[in-house]
């Protein structure tokens, strides 16, 4: 360092430079990409390249945004799309950790239900929603019931390979611990499956967003996807815009909220179900 | 002061059949473990010692024989604890978390636990790493945890698979030389699955030495160095002699 320093004091940058570099270079590179996204925006409408029809420029839709909030009605929308996602996503949690803890622990009901679980993961979900619209109506019941449809799946696959993988030594030890299928199970198995449970949570809770977004879009009275699928019908393509941007900082906020959680609870983070010694 | 039987085994057999093939991994295993005894299952390895103390655990269940733990057929209980190759910590649990894993799981007193637990921590020599979490701990200090927690529920025999195997040469000796005066202390009585002729010599009052397929018991070795013993010990003549005696053994019935 000090040989660099003597012989090129003028030009090599200083270890304090290069740290405060190194620091800023993701946010700063992240900001040109915005700043030239925005741009390109820009360009795109001034242009003429995309209608304004189809495409607003920024300063409409920014103004759409701010405007939306100011208005009573829709934070009504927002709370019924809110309480659709996390009650289908508790929902979903539920289930799918249930039922990914039965196929964990039971080779048979793996046996039996693996060609479902199959097709189910085949099936492309949203395809049911005219289902649940038609047996649930028009209310927040088939919007619930569809982000749970979609959500649970994620969470029974990590559930069931995270209780999989569980070291049978570590058994072994909890067995000569005298311990009970049931100490074993939440002592050891679940607290092992714990990363891959949460990174189900996470996938869960992204899908259970869309599973009520596209119930809403299907057939609703309610709710931030009525609302942009009804603001599309009148060609208000700003206000369209601006019901986007929101549903993408509500999809953020939510997935920051269980990574905070989940930082949380698996603390532990990648480090296994036991401590390998020089293996 | 009279000495009772705490293992007694007889004509203990166990054979796996694997896609219509059999294979012979205990054959005839008949020996005793006396109370207070440090005792070593010395064998290469699929000599299927560490089969037979799966078996003393009562963890699996042998083809054919009889085995008497305290009087009782084998199965987990209290007065039986296991230590296994790996330390096995839940690296969910603070070290004195995974020390009272046992309490928990037995239902044992909470409070005399917590304070027994502490105890046993400044007895491996880890006072004051109670709050911290398996990872921040190097191998040898997380068998040390494991030691203790193998002994929070004070068990009268210890069932140890090698324990320290997987350490190195310096903190295996150092461990296997507290683990000796530790148990002399508390007076366990202990078996030791070990395929090092040293450490089995260094640690066992009698080493049982096991051949491989069939693992068979082909000897006993009586070693008559008294506790405790140190580095000295091994230095000594008639240590070499015991060493070769082994060796012997172990090479012999290898043919």
Partial sequence: MTLTDQSTTETAPTGADRVSWRRFRGPIGAAVIFLALLGFWVWLVESETVHRVILPPPGEVASAFLTTFTEGFFYEHLWVTVQEVLLGFAIGVALGFSLGALLGASALAREVSYAYIVAFQGLPKIVLAPVFITAFGFGMMSKVVMAVAISFFPLLINTMSGLMTVDPEAVQLMRSLTASKRDIFWKLSVKHAMPSIFAGVKTSLTFALVGAIVGEFVGARAGLGFLLASYSYQLQVDRVWAITFVLALLGIILYLLIEWVDKKVVFWGKRGSSIDIGM | ?255
């Fill in chain 2, 1 to 255: 002061m009279t000495t009772t039987t705490v293992i007694r085994t007889e004509g203990v057999g166990k054979t796996y059949s694997t896609a219509g093939d059999e294979v012979i991994a205990l054959d005839g295993i008949s020996l005793e473990v006396r109370e207070g005894e440090i005792t070593s299952l010395l064998g290469s390895s699929g000599c299927g010692k560490s089969t037979f103390l799966n078996v003393l655990a009562g963890l699996i269940t042998p083809t054919v024989g009889t085995i008497e733990i305290a009087g009782q057929p084998p199965k987990p209980r209290r007065q039986v604890g296991m230590m296994f190759q790996r330390s096995l910590l839940f690296p969910w649990r603070t070290v004195i978390e995974n020390v009272l894993l046992p309490a928990e799981v037995m239902d044992l007193a909470m409070d005399e636990s917590r304070a027994r637990a502490s105890e046993l921590l400044a007895l491996v020599g880890l006072d004051g790493w109670e709050s911290r979490y398996p990872w921040e701990l190097s191998g040898g200090m997380q068998q040390r945890v494991a030691l203790a927690r193998v002994l929070l529920p004070d068990p009268d025999l210890l069932l140890l698979d090698e324990p320290f195997g997987a350490l190195d040469e310096m903190t295996r000796e150092t461990l296997d030389l507290e683990l000796t005066r530790i148990a002399s202390l508390t007076r366990k009585t202990v078996v030791l699955v070990t395929h090092s002729v040293y450490e089995a010599v260094m640690i066992s009052d009698r080493v049982f030495v096991f051949t491989p397929r069939p693992g068979r018991l082909s000897g006993i070795v009586d070693v008559p160095f008294g506790r405790p013993r140190d580095l000295e010990t091994s230095g000594t003549a008639q240590f070499a002699e015991k060493v070769s005696e082994v060796r012997r053994l172990m090479v012999e019935t290898d043919r």
